[in-house]
T-cell receptor, first 110, second 114 residues
């Protein structure tokens, strides 16, 4: 069974304090790993898709990386508006079936 | 583009009542997904459709849950009878079908069953 574990559950940072979120996964035949951002009271918003180990993608202060067992979401010099829950999900041989982790709640204080 | 539209946004009902949640996917998307999100279990896939046909409903918790997609622009998720443990936020998402693509989520329906 495909599984995704995210850590830490919650992270509190000062504005400008860089850090990383972890997503460990177990999947038979990874087809893709997804990162989403979710603000309170809203649906998840797509950030990145990574397909193979070694791949990296960037968007503003966010950078996602992928290895054969885990993915990291690096946040460089975060701002308060980066506060949200970050969700990781994988698609394995279940094709379109996304399996989500429980997320990391990030709070960035000014 | 209006994005994925869900209604109602909030629903409060009493145990035993029928609940119907509605979703309009993004125009041109031919895959539609229903998820449930709780604090304990996170985001779980209930069922998904490709070209209006149900493909995988293994996440539907019980026979009390049913979903339909009568056309490309409308889907419903029905719970009958509802129970307090069904209280959760239900999301609808859509995507283009090219194997596995990013899914676009609606704002969700917060369901409370008393």
């Amino acid at each position: 069974e495909d599984q995704v574990t995210q850590s830490p559950e919650a992270l509190r940072l000062q504005e400008g304090e860089s850090s990383s979120l972890n997503c460990s996964y177990t999947v038979s035949g990874l087809r893709g790993l997804f990162w989403y951002r979710q603000d309170p009271g809203k649906g998840p918003e797509f950030l990145f898709t990574l397909y193979s180990a070694g791949e990296e993608k960037e968007k503003e202060r966010l950078k996602a990386t992928l290895t054969k067992k885990e993915s990291f979401l690096h946040i460089t010099a975060p701002k308060p508006e980066d506060s949200a829950t970050y969700l990781c999900a994988v698609v394995g041989t279940g094709f379109q079936k996304l399996v989500f982790g429980t997320g990391t709640r990030l709070l960035v204080s000014p | 583009d209006a994005g994925v539209i869900q209604s109602p946004r909030h629903e409060v009902t009493e145990m035993g009542q029928e609940v119907t949640l509605r979703c309009k996917p993004i125009s041109g998307h031919n895959s539609l997904f229903w998820y449930r999100q709780t604090m304990m279990r996170g985001l779980e896939l209930l069922i998904y459709f490709n070209n209006n046909v149900p493909i995988d409903d293994s996440g539907m918790p019980e026979d009390r849950f049913s979903a339909k997609m009568p056309n490309a622009s409308f889907s419903t998720l029905k719970i009958q009878p509802s129970e307090p443990r069904d209280s959760a936020v239900y999301f609808c998402a859509s995507s283009t079908y090219t194997g596995f693509n990013e899914q676009f989520f609606g704002p969700g329906t917060r369901l409370t069953v008393l």
